[in-house]
């Protein structure tokens, strides 16, 4: 019974370190893959109870686990679309062959990297055929709240590399200085004495329009500047285009601590004067504009002092039309849109996917994994939020195996290979000494 637990403690060893070789291999063969996570063996020992003082061997067995958890290093690319999750969490992707069947149902795996690009239908895809999954932004770039315990509201990431785009003007701010000087004449020239500033914006379909202010000045009366002035607004998109789309009369303060600020804004036509954030509607045919012209008592805006007519501070958004140039995934996962205009668009976003045990997940082809009972229920994170890292781009994560310590590994288990070989041809030449006992 000894000697034969003994032979069956040998074929164990053999075994188990056979299955430690494999792990081994896989893991020397996989240290240039991208995004690889090490394969490791465990041995445990197997108990038999003796009797009488007897002695039986057990024996080993062993199992095998991969460390998902490990991270290997980061290295820099030059696509703005190779991906590496710094920190917890893991990339939702999906396989080339759901987005093509076109049914609405795309299976989520796992990942830590990739290297995406898009594909002749513009789908962000991994040269292994795993396509990028997010949520996708409304038009105006915002993210629409989606549930985070399912996957249901992922899309593959698709983008129109022919997409034109364009933003139309919603806010504008003047800073600019009026004559004070003008509003000491008796008597107001039409043809000389106005002041005139035209502003361009951008439309709904980015074309280019103007804003026409002019800033007519009240003639003093008694010998006493007014101090006073009507500023009248007209619109190049409104038909006919000397309509007057606001009118607003200004008046400024010729104290000793507030002298050339706003003391008040009454309005005539127009949007309604903001004194809290010293703003004014106005209303242009594509849809309303914010004008800062400045807060009451405030020198930021527009002033009226004794110099000359200056637009200082002149500035807006929007823009024309433009082509879409590149795209860009920020650390918190969210993929921009960026034009040959300057401007940039939120397109998607890339949530990180978080569970309990990661190396409780099923481990699939081309360093994807899959959830399972084992890894526990998942979460979908905004990156850097939680206990997530963040999304790297420009950058691949390398494989997490140690050459050098697997290679020491392997002098290892071939030594413990050669060892339980030894124990069973020991085992063996004592069997065969028992048999000549007989004779």
């Not at 000697?3 to 299955?19: C, D, H, R, Y």
């Not at 206990?387 to 310590?405: F, H, K, L, M």
Request: no cysteine.
């Amino acid at each position: 019974m000894t000697i034969s637990s003994s032979l069956n403690a040998g074929v164990m060893g053999l075994n188990a370190n056979a299955t430690k070789l494999a792990t081994i291999s896989d893991n020397i063969a996989n240290s240039s893959t991208y995004g690889y996570k090490r394969a490791d063996a465990d041995f445990h020992s197997m108990v038999i109870s003796g009797t009488g003082g007897s002695y039986s061997a057990g024996g080993v067995r062993v199992t095998t686990r991969r460390l998902i958890d490990e991270a290997g290093p980061l290295i820099t690319t030059s696509n703005s679309t190779d991906l590496a999750v710094r920190g917890r969490g893991m990339l939702p992707v999906t396989t080339e062959t759901a987005v093509k069947v076109d049914n609405g149902e795309f299976p989520m795996m796992l990942s830590t990297t990739g290297s995406y690009r898009t594909d002749e239908e513009g789908y962000l895809k991994s040269e292994t055929g795993l396509v990028l999954l997010g949520w996708p932004a409304d038009p105006d770039g915002t993210i629409p709240t989606y549930p985070r315990d399912t996957h249901d509201g992922l899309e593959p990431i698709k983008i129109n590399v022919n997409q034109f785009g364009g933003e139309p003007t919603t806010e504008m701010s003047l800073g600019l200085n009026l004559p004070a000087t003008s509003t000491e004449l008796a008597s107001i020239d039409p043809t000389e004495d106005y002041e005139v500033l035209n502003i361009e914006y951008f439309d709904n379909l980015g074309t280019s329009e103007s804003l026409n202010f002019e800033f007519r000045p009240t003639a003093a009366s008694g010998g006493l500047a007014s101090n006073e002035w009507s500023m009248v607004i007209t619109d190049s998109a409104t038909i006919p285009s000397s309509t007057v789309i606001g009118e607003y009369v200004m008046t400024f303060n010729d104290t000793r601590t507030a002298g050339g600020t706003l003391a008040s804004v009454t309005t005539v036509t127009g949007g309604t004067y903001d004194a809290t954030n010293g703003t004014i509607e106005i209303p242009v045919a594509g849809g309303p504009i914010e004008v800062t012209i400045g807060q009451l008592n405030d020198a930021d805006g527009i002033t009226q002092l004794a110099d000359n007519f200056a637009p200082v501070n002149i500035s807006k958004d929007g823009s024309a039309v433009g082509n879409m140039i590149q795209v860009e995934v920020d650390a918190n996962g969210y993929v921009h849109a960026l034009y040959d205009i300057g401007i940039t668009r939120q397109i998607y976003q890339i949530p990180l996917v978080d569970m309990p045990n990661p190396n409780g997940l099923v481990s699939l082809d081309n360093q994807t994994y899959q959830i399972s009972n084992e890894s526990g229920s998942y979460f979908l994170w905004d990156a850097g939020d939680g206990p997530t890292g963040d999304i790297v781009s420009y950058a691949r994560e390398e494989s997490a195996t140690d050459v050098a310590n697997e290679l020491t590994d392997l002098i290892q288990t071939q030594r413990a290979y050669t060892s339980n070989a030894k124990v069973i041809q020991t085992v063996d030449e004592m069997l065969q000494e028992t048999t000549n006992i007989k004779r």
